[in-house]
Nanobody, 117 residues
Framework: QVQLAESGGGLVQPGGSLNLSCTVSEGVRSLYAMGWYRQGPGKERESVALMHNNGTPDLVADSVKGRFTVSKDNAKNTIDLQMRNLQLEDTAVYYC??????????WGQGTQVIVSS
């Protein structure tokens, strides 16, 4: 059973930056796909940035292109999300996602990001 634990959320002003991190209990190498989703107030959960284990980006939402970057650190066993130039509409609970072959996806419990002046 893979456990994902997010950290790094918080309150930030528009235009600011935040870095989210997700620790993978069984190691990042145990996943073949990974990334981040988010769910804003009154909205459905949506994909933000996804990548394959080989480092190839799989998806980056149009709304965050050029501002958000997903990456992984095999040594630290983390999936990271660098967020820059945050906007009000980026306010959401951000969820770490990971998947193994032929298994259901794993989810973290979420970390809150609030963009407000």
């Amino acid at each position: 059973q893979v456990q994902l634990a997010e950290s790094g959320g918080g309150l930030v002003q528009p235009g600011g930056s935040l870095n989210l991190s997700c620790t993978v209990s069984e190691g990042v190498r145990s996943l073949y796909a990974m990334g981040w989703y988010r769910q804003g107030p009154g909205k459905e959960r949506e994909s933000v940035a996804l990548m394959h284990n080989n480092g190839t980006p799989d998806l980056v939402a149009d709304s965050v292109k050029g501002r958000f970057t997903v990456s992984k650190d095999n040594a630290k066993n983390t999936i990271d999300l660098q967020m820059r130039n945050l906007q009000l509409e980026d306010t959401a609970v951000y969820y770490c996602y990971g998947r193994r072959l032929r298994q259901a996806p794993y989810w973290g419990q979420g970390t809150q990001v609030i963009v407000s002046s």
